[in-house]
């Protein structure tokens, strides 16, 4: 059976639940999982005391975790880990974060980086949080 029979087979009906189901659903995805862009990220390690830093200005910086300094590079609105001495380099794969409630972190080095809008309050976690 090939794929115009069985759209031939279909009722009216039929084409209209489709139809209906498919708009329901990139409706729903445009509506619940919008992302907005982030204007600054907290930056937090046990050696140091919480860093906000604004995406909006060109940085690097060099934060102390648990193993070592970790650089964390600030550019158009991006943030990410391009160092740091952890084993794996999870962090640095993990590549540039720029949406509200992203979270990403060196975990041996025990530094996060988590962004935020100064508009929204809210927190946007998956099923992990630390």
Same mark, same amino acid.
């Given at each position: 059976?090939?794929?115009? =029979? /069985?759209?031939?087979?279909?009722?009216?009906?039929?084409?209209?639940?489709?139809?209906?189901?498919?708009?329901?659903?990139?409706?729903?995805?445009?509506?619940? @999982?919008?992302?907005?862009?982030?204007?600054?990220?907290?930056?937090?390690?046990? #050696? #140091?005391?919480?860093?906000?830093?604004?995406? &909006?200005? &060109?940085?690097?910086?060099? /934060?102390?975790?648990?193993?070592?300094?970790?650089? /964390?590079?600030?550019?158009?609105?991006?943030?990410?880990? /391009?160092?740091?001495?952890?084993?794996?380099?999870?962090?640095?794969?993990?590549? @540039?974060?720029?949406?509200?409630? =992203?979270?990403?972190?060196?975990?041996? =080095?025990?530094?996060?980086?988590?962004?935020?809008?100064?508009?929204?309050?809210?927190?946007?976690?998956?099923?992990? &949080?630390?």
């Amino acid at each position: 059976m090939t794929l115009q =029979n /069985i759209i031939s087979d279909f009722k009216l009906a039929d084409k209209a639940v489709f139809l209906f189901s498919l708009s329901l659903i990139i409706t729903s995805y445009f509506y619940f @999982w919008q992302s907005t862009p982030a204007s600054y990220a907290i930056i937090k390690s046990p #050696q #140091q005391k919480s860093l906000q830093v604004s995406l &909006n200005e &060109n940085q690097l910086y060099n /934060i102390q975790g648990a193993l070592g300094k970790s650089a /964390i590079e600030v550019k158009q609105g991006k943030i990410r880990f /391009i160092s740091s001495p952890c084993q794996n380099k999870f962090c640095i794969q993990h590549g @540039w974060q720029q949406h509200h409630g =992203n979270l990403t972190a060196c975990l041996p =080095n025990r530094i996060s980086i988590q962004l935020a809008n100064l508009n929204q309050t809210e927190n946007y976690y998956d099923a992990i &949080n630390f």
